[in-house]
């Protein structure tokens, strides 16, 4: 079965930076665009950040763009996410997902993905 495991979030304080981790098993890793996705308490599911299959192009939510960074290791079946300058409004559960859909551009939209982990809990501290 396909499984996406994220880990590497943790309780930090502002201004710390945290890689998150998310590997893939079940499926063509390399066939696969990759989403971050982010879920404060409290509030709907946003998007974070996504990669395309082979790393090229990478899209991110403004309120991340500078801060975070999207990245992948085909050969490894990972999708990263550095986030550095975190901010108490970064608290949230994050979420890895895969697409297997050609590019709509709709990027941002929870529906074009086909597979979700169950997310790691990122708590920064004022």
């Known amino acids: 079965q396909v499984q996406l495991v994220e880990s590497g979030g943790g309780l930090v304080e502002a201004g710390d930076s945290l890689r998150l981790s998310c590997t893939a098993s079940?499926?063509?890793?390399?066939?696969?665009?990759m989403g971050w996705f982010r879920q404060a308490p409290g509030k709907e599911r946003e998007f974070a950040a996504r990669?395309?299959?082979?790393?090229?192009?990478?899209y991110y939510a403004d309120s991340m763009k500078g801060r975070f960074t999207i990245s992948r290791d085909n050969a490894k079946n990972t999708v990263y996410l550095r986030m550095n300058n975190l901010k108490p409004e970064d608290t949230a559960v994050y979420y890895c997902?895969?697409?297997?859909?050609?590019?709509?551009?709709?990027?941002?939209?929870?529906?074009?993905?086909?597979?979700w982990g169950q997310g790691t809990q990122v708590t920064v501290s004022s």
């Open positions: 997902a895969a697409d297997a859909t050609t590019y709509t551009g709709r990027y941002y939209d929870l529906a074009e993905y086909n597979y």
């Open positions: 079940g499926l063509d890793f390399g066939d696969y665009a």
């Open positions: 990669i395309s299959t082979t790393g090229k192009h990478t």
